[in-house]
């Protein structure tokens, strides 16, 4: 049975099971909440932190998680394997990105229900 994983920067959902990291459940479900870089461990695109929950990791590189942010939940998302639901927040590089992204998209679904919304009374 599959943990849920919620995305608090986008409030997107998905299912991960422990033996995958939830950077790779995220993308084999096509989503996109978290960015994505090397996969390795290496480039601290992915970087999360863990908000709730609990999880393991697996070895990344010290140069983008010091052991205080591991210590505090910020982990890599291609490095970190759930046992039990988790609330994550992007906290990587391109968090920018992923929140914009959020904004446009909220904008749009605004406007588009409001245009959708006025009837046309041009003659």
């Given amino acids: 049975m599959p943990y849920e994983i919620l995305i608090t920067n986008t409030g997107e959902t998905f299912g991960c099971g422990g033996e ?7 993308e084999r479900l096509r989503r996109k909440g978290i960015p994505v870089g090397c996969r390795n461990g290496g480039c601290g ?4 932190e863990v908000v709730d929950g609990q999880f393991t990791t697996r070895k990344m590189s010290r140069a983008v ?9 910020c982990v890599l998302a291609c490095k ?16 920018r990105a992923i929140e914009a992204q959020q904004g446009m998209a909220s904008f749009a679904l605004g406007f588009a229900a409001t245009a959708a919304s006025q009837p046309d009374t041009e003659s």
């Fill in 20 to 26: 995958e990291s939830v950077l790779a459940a995220m």
């Fill in 45 to 48: 695109v992915c970087k999360v």
């Fill in 65 to 73: 998680v010091s052991m205080e942010e591991e210590a505090r939940g």
């Fill in 80 to 95: 970190v394997y759930p046992r039990s639901d988790l609330r994550i927040t992007v906290v990587g590089k391109m968090v």
